[in-house]
């Protein structure tokens, strides 16, 4: 981003359906000097709940970004809403989980360093080296973490340590092949993303692609989700799939799911950096 | 539609982009007591345009449909706006142009039947009578008019009195094999429908599954666009595609293209009767 | 098919994988007088299976149908093999077993009525009398079978009893809204073809779309496979899918997964039909 | 490939159609002690043509690979077929072309390393230095050959030498900005891929981004061709599509076309590695 991209505000916002939501959240925001370049809203008619995102030029807006969340806040009150703003100039700080598996990871650290996905990748963490290269190329700090059944509860606490410490706002399972603890998971809600290659939720677990070749199914998929503490049934993002046949053989299944799995993980991923999903009990909402 | 169904009312809009827009125009729904069921907008950057589709509840609106019409023309007119509002009690008014082929406008009446069109679907046109025992069928008006060289504009004459006649909304062209003059594409602008069976602009004329397969293209397609005076180049406004081999011929060209025309043609029909099409210049806004 | 076309022959054969099969088997046909048009095959490595589907034209074949069977025989008997001989000029039976929903069996009855799936559809059974016009439509033997809990295996004795004498080939679940006994499937194995509104193994059983929008998926399904003895488990025979947001209500994926369940049960029909299904344990082979 | 990998022959042939073709080929093959592994053919009747494509394991041929082929040229010649056999230990050479895009090199690059193309990626020849560093990375010659209006000739003569040279079966022009001479495309029949950024036949020549932009396409493509002397009219071996909205910038469509470009230069690469394309005239047989 150059010095003259403008700066560009962006609300996630969610409460309780009633009238007049649009209305008031468009007119503060146009009171306070806001450009609104976009607005998309969700009425959920079963559960009555609202769900808005509204992008916004700060140019001329008439208070700082702190004052602005205050006023906004007490609107947001009113209407009991879950919310966040973020800004176009403070890149998502990044980690990503590998083991390995290097298709994944190796997408989104190109795709980054061409600009497609502004994120600020602040290191890499894996319990084996075999990918350290690629950190190397890209110049992104790389953690050795070895796992095994005895030390995995001690590890994980220092790998929260070392997040927290760096202040990863997400952290990315780039085909990570160990399970996170409920711990874990709980120290980051909403905020880490698995890709699954299967269309879930068939074929949860351990070698979806055997389980599909033996099924005989005629498509396979990949599942970009949150992670949540039941494995492989946290919210869906993003899924994609592609058609097989009876010719191909297990690693043909893999060879093709290398594709899908980059593609989806990316496509999720840009969604959740570019503040387009609100999760909402076991789904999510996309502001595509 | 039910009795106890809420009139929902639709307004798109398009003007040159300005700041407040999106304020102005929902809180202007919102005092007069309009509640906001969707609202999309689009700002086209190159052409400095500014486009929106607005839905709301009109159950507690204070003004007559005129009056709201009137209070809002005065907003509109200050932001040089074209617009029309619509209303969910009020149909669409249909005619169907077609002339031996069946599979489009037999979709479209089987459709409309079960609900998922909501149109009135109010004349059959055609210049054979091969398809007369569809009107019979669903008990619709079908009118005769076979066209050749001499009488084609008398016969057009008499086609767009029958049409203005009626007020009808929209005019289908489902595989209609004849090309309507620029006297008749005038007469209804943007209200003119048609199916050509290629990926627009490749293969526009005669015979497009022909050419597909002396080209060898690896996928065919088909678009439903506004007809204009320029054939085939009218704004576009859905296409889709399917993959063919070598082991196509040309007669399992015209199979395949068959589900994929009048599923294009059902997709764009849709997009038009629920207000979702803005067309600009030489292409469509399309509020998905 | 007029007096002029071909006449031509398909052979389905499997068996166990040895040396020199595809030679031996076109080289007997050519032998014979047969013009070998197509010649596909598989061979399944983890089971060391071989598969073939050979179409020739019979124009100048040497032997009567019963004799080239006959002497085919041999050969078949010396490699192990299951197959079948069908002809070109000897079209299907079906049945078509459908409840309330029209959308599978109209696209059916249609396609037929244009030469697309060459079947001779002999009869509709319903537990219903809602289609019963269809039936009357297309000129076809249209039965009423109430089932209850009471009559349901006496009706199914009725319904075998009646196929068997209509000599029906192939038997069509068009959205047929009963789970056929165990005796019913043993009766017709590898000729009962079923579609199902999920993409399976996900979403078994009842109200998939209503699972499916309970569960978030961004991708909808639907299954067209050979009827088992458990339930929604049978041998996939074709499968498609399309995308879904979190606009879609459940009442959106009934609406979009009609146009999914017709084409992919259609789709299904048209490779039984011309004889491109080979049943091999859980999973088809598919001789596109 | 390991030592234990078996070594399999392809057989490409073309020739006019007539009886008994294929039992000829593969009871040629199977007397010769090969095993045939899998056996497609295709009879084009507009052109009375027939193209096969068998692949056998060779271990217990009894012939050396030149008498193999001394041998079926009598057959070939019988037939007035064009053919050629490949074997599976011998990897097509490559030379891959670039100027300064390097999503499609880039994915070449990979995807060999991992074993996925089985190519020997003799060179990368460059009008610029942008990407020598994946020269680098991946160990691979850069030849830098700077071209203008003055020198392009000169500088074609030197690159055919330095192909001829090193024996390279195969040209990839992977996003190539220059145009090559039609003495460099008589040079390598049929062995020249070039990637262009449109679905061909729409949007030939420049910028077809822009054109599909300001045509206003649901859906922007993808196409991969064999290089002849008619500027984006050679035979399409593969094409892919994705869909765009009236959302996408120009810039958005370069983005979403990265994904296509690369995919779909892919599987034609693959197709042709794999001895899959016969090219026909103005087409391609591809045997998946």
Same mark, same amino acid.
């Given at each position: 981003m150059n010095d003259s991209a403008p700066l560009i505000a962006t609300l996630l916002l969610s409460c309780p359906d009633q009238k007049g939501l649009v209305a008031r959240i468009s007119q503060f925001i146009f009171q306070h000097g806001g450009n609104i370049l976009n607005l998309d809203e969700h009425a959920e008619r079963e559960e009555s709940m609202f769900f808005t995102r509204v992008e916004w030029d700060t140019k001329e807006v008439d208070l700082s970004q702190q004052d602005f969340e205050n006023e906004f806040a007490q609107l947001a009150d009113e209407v009991s809403a879950n919310w966040k703003i973020r800004y176009s100039n403070n890149k998502q700080k990044l980690a990503i989980f590998v083991s390995k598996y290097e298709h994944c990871i190796q997408e989104i650290l190109w795709l980054n360093s061409i600009g &497609? #996905? &502004? /994120? $600020?990748?602040r290191m890499i963490i894996s319990n084996?080296? $075999? #990918?350290e290269y690629l950190a190397k190329q890209y110049k992104i700090d790389f953690h050795y973490f070895p796992i095994n059944k005895e030390n995995k509860s001690e590890v994980e606490q220092k790998e929260i340590a070392l997040l927290k410490e760096n202040k990863i706002d997400t952290i990315i #399972? /780039?085909?990570?092949?160990q399970i996170l603890s409920a711990d874990f998971v709980r120290a980051f809600p909403s905020r880490i993303i698995n890709i699954h290659h299967s269309f879930l939720p068939a074929f949860m677990g351990a070698n979806p692609y055997r389980q599909a070749y033996e099924k005989g199914v005629k498509i396979i998929g990949a599942t970009s989700h949150y992670v949540t503490e039941s494995l492989d049934e946290g919210p869906i993002i993003e899924q994609a799939v592609t058609r097989i046949s009876h010719r191909d053989s297990p690693k043909d299944l893999i060879s093709k799911g290398r594709e899908l799995e980059r593609s989806v993980l990316v496509r999720a991923l840009k969604f959740h950096l570019s503040n387009r999903v609100l999760p909402f009990g076991k789904k999510t909402i996309i502001f595509e």
């Open positions: &497609e #996905l &502004e /994120a $600020d990748i084996h080296t $075999d #990918l #399972l /780039a085909r990570y092949m």
